[in-house]
T-cell receptor, first 109, second 118 residues
Framework: QKEVEQNSGPLSVPEGAIASLNCTYSDRGSQSFFWYRQYSGKSPELIMF????GDKEDGRFTAQLNKASQYVSLLIRDSQPSDSATYLC?????????FGTGTSLTVIP | GAVVSQHPSRVICKSGTSVKIECRSLDFQATTMFWYRQFPKQSLMLMAT?????????EQGVEKDKFLINHASLTLSTLTVTSAHPEDSSFYIC??????????????FGPGTRLTVL
């Protein structure tokens, strides 16, 4: 079982819609959770991180964490074509970071 | 904010040669840096943890004699791919945690180095 699992997609949403990205993790002791955006050929850039159960909002982005279900998600409101990228979920277990394989998102104008 | 740079951004080399990749923290000191490798359409895979002033810690399956890591100063870590082969062609990314976070916070990533071994 992989440490972090994501649906590889591709996920396509129309411009202005809400994009929902999901991630599950296997280590119940995981401490912190991150969403990165990665454009093709570029290194990841941090979108946001979350430590506690519940929702965390930052602009158009909302991260949701449910530790009981070992589930973390990212919602992108009012999706823009510039949001088209691969979104990586990362989990810090206390020892190291584990990354999911990423979900490819395409926002259609 | 904290910035991490890598050099070179892209390198093409012949099979059997060695390639050095530099990772620098530009406006902060990093006692720890991480080296990742990413193959196309795959996840970032941690190769090793670079520790300033001590030996690097390698992940299982990563050959320490092939991927030489030197954390020479608080702002520079280097990864040398020795006797590179085509299967070493990949995107190599370094990262460093922001100062004062103890590694529990996010990582600042370098821009990555695309290595192509012919």
């Amino acid at each position: 079982q992989k440490e972090v699992e994501q649906n590889s997609g591709p996920l396509s949403v129309p411009e202005g819609a809400i994009a929902s990205l999901n991630c599950t993790y296997s280590d119940r002791g995981s401490q912190s959770f991150f969403w990165y955006r990665q454009y093709s050929g570029k290194s990841p850039e941090l979108i946001m991180f979350i430590y506690s159960n519940g929702d965390k909002e930052d602009g158009r982005f909302t991260a949701q964490l449910n530790k009981a279900s070992q589930y973390v998600s990212l919602l992108i409101r009012d999706s823009q074509p510039s949001d088209s990228a691969t979104y990586l979920c990362a989990v810090f277990t206390g020892n190291q970071f584990y990354f999911g394989t990423g979900t490819s998102l395409t926002v259609i104008p | 904010g904290a910035v991490v740079s890598q050099h070179p951004s892209r390198v093409i080399c012949k099979s059997g040669t060695s390639v050095k990749i530099e990772c620098r923290s530009l406006d902060f000191q990093a006692t720890t840096m991480f080296w990742y490798r990413q193959f196309p359409k795959q996840s970032l895979m941690l190769m090793a943890t670079s520790n300033e002033g001590s030996k690097a810690t390698y992940e299982q399956g990563v050959e320490k004699d092939k991927f030489l890591i030197n954390h020479a100063s608080l702002t520079l870590s280097t990864l040398t791919v020795t006797s590179a082969h085509p299967e070493d062609s990949s995107f190599y990314i370094c990262s460093a945690p922001p100062p004062g976070t103890g590694g529990t916070d996010t990582q600042y990533f370098g821009p990555g180095t695309r290595l192509t071994v012919l």
